[in-house]
């Protein structure tokens, strides 16, 4: 038989003693891929957003840098925002993002590249026709954030 954690000696006590702790199995250490920022084109300013949230329904939150193609950072921003899924979390990161830079001097004379971590957030932002319901209020309202930025962009941050 083999056992999904198999260096991880727990009894039925322990399990009941710390139900509300949970249990993180000892990982291995492996090499961790690092990302290097990759600077925008010029006159353009670059937004990595990101949405978290630990579980299915968990505490979130979201945060974003934006910063110039010298990698200087002009505004960010990091926030809860209660119990939510990552999708959403996701959503409500690029919308505070399209808001901050809409707001902001530097919609007039800079693009924006937005970079996401979630590919269906991309695509939703690209084609908001494709958005399931639950979500379509807040692309929506995304999307109308954008309306006011002269020029921008999405891609996705892949791993």
């Known amino acids: 038989m083999n056992a999904k954690w198999p260096n991880l000696n727990l009894s039925i006590m322990d399990l009941a003693r710390f139900l509300n702790e949970g249990i993180n199995p000892i990982q291995d250490k492996k090499a961790k891929k690092v990302e290097v920022w990759k600077k925008p084109q010029n006159g353009y300013l670059k937004f990595n957003t990101y949405g978290s ?4 329904l968990g505490e979130s939150g979201i945060g974003g840098i934006l910063r110039n193609e010298r990698g200087t950072t002009l505004a960010l921003f990091s926030k809860l925002i209660g119990i939510l899924d990552s999708t959403r979390a996701e959503l409500l990161a690029m919308r505070e993002a399209a808001l901050v830079f809409a707001t ?11 970079k996401c ?5 991309v695509k939703w932002i690209k084609i908001p026709m494709d958005v399931p319901w639950r979500v379509r209020s807040l692309v929506i309202q995304i999307t109308n954030l954008l309306d006011r930025i002269g020029r921008w962009e999405i891609k996705h941050n892949i791993n």
């Open 53 to 56: 949230s630990r579980g299915c």
């Open 117 to 121: 971590d979630l590919s269906n957030v």
């Open 104 to 114: 902001s001097r530097w919609n007039a004379s800079h693009s924006l590249l937005f």
